[in-house]
């Protein structure tokens, strides 16, 4: 004979957002910082007509610009797609061969 429970399941833990512990939390800060840090004024002096450490410059788009004509670009992006497909490829066929070989 089968028993149900009466109650009802409980449901899924939810993930905490804050750390387990303060090491945990400066570590979290610490890799945002070295992160970020390096990327805002990047990305802030990629709109700029002037180095971000130059006065003067205006917003601009010309740096994009002048990167989407150069074809080198383009070219740079193709290498990378096709070694990024190449490498997916060997990497999965590697690993299939890899774990039917351990059964």
Do not use: C, H, K
């Not at 028993?3 to 957002?17: G, Q, V």
């Amino acid at each position: 004979m089968v028993t149900l429970s009466a109650t009802a399941p409980s449901a899924p833990r939810r993930r905490a957002l804050l750390p387990a512990s303060a090491t945990q939390g400066v570590v979290w800060a610490l890799t945002v910082v070295l992160v970020l840090g390096p990327l805002v004024p990047l990305v802030y002096t990629s709109f700029r007509s002037q180095a971000f450490y130059l006065p003067g410059g205006t917003w601009s788009l010309q740096p994009y610009r002048t990167l989407f004509d150069d074809p080198a670009f383009w070219q740079a992006v193709e290498n990378t797609l096709i070694f990024a497909a190449i490498t997916t490829v060997l990497g999965l066929r590697s690993s299939r061969t890899t774990f039917w070989a351990s059964i």
